[in-house]
């Protein structure tokens, strides 16, 4: 049976998709709390900044869509963390080819409680794998291997485009395996358990 809190954190997550791709922007304010925070291939800073991000992103064009799968949520008491398996979907020019780039991965959400309203926290995307095409089948698209080269393998195409729109790309996202996505398991660990501090800056080791 699922719990009324996994049905809201369910809910959030949902919301969180087709409000922020449908440009709902007041809407999109109330899944976080306060103090939410968005870390991602393109943007590491405060829910606040991020919804102004987007929204000027929105207002030039830029398309970014998201697809979700299936969520496994562990609630503890008022905290709980969720996995989604999600889809990224970026379209935009490369080197004069129109082109898409979808990127699989999940969403690793930090939610809490607070006064009666689950709300979000911390959203960490993780980075499976990704992959670039052109959108007319004939277009001949040439990648600089170079530049493809400095991003892990879980989201460099999607990098590759971003820094080419003037993005500056972290370089070191969790991805299906290694240190970053360890360390990521870990601060969901004593999230669940009670460690006191925003989870974005719980200690690695815990």
């Avoid at 969180?16 to 449908?22: E, H, K």
């Avoid at 129109?98 to 009666?116: A, L, M």
């Avoid at 991805?175 to 669940?192: I, K, N």
């Amino acid at each position: 049976m699922v719990s009324d809190a996994a049905r809201d954190i369910r809910e959030l997550i949902e919301n969180w998709v087709l409000w922020r791709d449908s440009g709902d922007w007041d809407r999109f304010a109330t899944v976080w709390h306060d103090d939410g925070r968005m870390e991602a291939t393109w943007f590491r800073g405060s829910a606040t900044e991020f919804i102004a991000a987007n929204r000027r992103g929105w207002e030039r064009g830029v398309t970014i869509l998201h697809s979700l799968g299936g969520s496994s949520i562990d609630v503890e008491g008022s905290r709980a963390i969720s996995q989604t398996k999600m889809q990224i979907h970026q379209r935009a020019v490369v080197h004069d080819v129109g082109c898409d780039v979808v990127c699989t991965g999940r969403f690793y959400d930090f939610f809490e409680c607070r006064e009666g309203r689950w709300g979000l926290v911390w959203r960490q995307p993780i980075y499976e794998k990704d992959r670039i095409d052109a959108v007319d089948p004939g277009a001949t698209l040439e990648l600089d291997q170079e530049l493809l080269g400095r991003f892990p393998e879980g989201y460099r195409h999607l990098a590759y485009l971003q820094t080419l729109l003037g993005h500056e790309v972290a370089p070191t996202m969790p991805g299906l395996r290694g240190p970053e996505v360890d360390q990521l398991y870990a601060r969901g660990r004593a999230w669940l358990a009670g460690n006191d501090g925003h989870p974005s800056e719980l200690p690695e080791g815990s």
